[in-house]
């Protein structure tokens, strides 16, 4: 079925240095594609998506592009604070539910 | 609140007991959703209802698994003769959305689970 597999954790910046989490994708279609953050002690929350081929979706200073060709979805951010720390989720429609990877642990340190 | 609200928070409870956790959606989102999170083993997904009918129970891990949603709101999930490999957070999230479109889920702050 349809996936998503996105790089392992944990990754350790120091603050305003430059992220890239990666995603790639598996699909018969051309699902939708978000990214969800969960911040420490709260609920997963939408940070961006993008609805097909060559849209880009941002959010807080993080973008990500739909790239058809790599069939990838990656996080990118130019300069991560400390509050950036957290667990990053790259996930597909299947149509009626969300299908996630495993998830990414962020710590940006001071 | 406005959010989804889960309960309990925390659960701990002996193997083969058995658990009901309990979500309540965001008013007039029409589909409903449970997910478990297990360390290492991301998001998996569980059951997701539209309305109160459940389209797709194929996650269900175990017939020891089940979820009923009333009223087209509250749903639980119920977990039969605990095993410790339940251990986990469970997830609820609500979407206006469902069928052909997913849209952005709300998830609830999760019930953590620990069978002892």
């Known amino acids: 079925g349809d996936s998503v597999t996105q790089m392992e954790g944990p990754v350790t910046l120091s603050e305003e240095a430059f992220l890239t989490i990666n995603c790639t994708y598996t699909?018969?279609?051309?699902?939708?594609l978000f990214w969800y953050v969960q911040y420490p002690g709260e609920g997963l929350q939408l940070l961006l998506k993008?609805?097909?081929?060559?849209d880009k979706g941002s959010n807080k200073g993080f973008e990500a592009t739909y790239r058809k060709e790599t069939t990838s979805f990656h996080l990118e951010k130019g300069s991560v604070q400390v509050s950036d720390s957290a667990v990053y989720f790259c996930?597909?429609?299947?149509?009626?539910?969300?299908?996630f990877g495993k998830g990414t642990s962020l710590l940006v340190t001071p | 609140g406005a959010g989804v609200s889960q309960s309990p928070s925390n659960k701990v409870t002996e193997k083969g007991k058995d658990v009901e956790l309990r979500c309540d959606p965001i008013?007039?989102?029409?589909?409903l959703y449970w997910y478990r999170q297990s360390l290492g083993q991301g998001l998996e997904f569980l059951i997701y209802?539209?309305?109160?009918?459940?389209?797709?129970k194929s996650g269900l891990p175990s017939d020891r698994f089940s979820a009923e949603r009333t009223g087209g709101s509250v749903s639980t999930l119920t977990i039969q003769r605990t095993q410790q490999e339940d251990s986990a957070v469970y997830l609820c999230?609500?979407?206006?959305?469902?069928?052909?479109?997913?849209?952005?889920?709300?998830f609830g702050e999760g019930s953590r689970l620990t069978v002892l």
């Open positions: 999230a609500s979407s206006f959305f469902g069928r052909a479109n997913t849209g952005e889920l709300f």
């Open positions: 699909a018969t279609g051309y699902p939708s």
């Open positions: 993008a609805t097909k081929a060559d």
């Open positions: 996930a597909l429609d299947s149509g009626y539910a969300l299908n």
């Open positions: 008013s007039g989102h029409t589909a």
């Open positions: 209802f539209q309305g109160n009918s459940a389209p797709d």
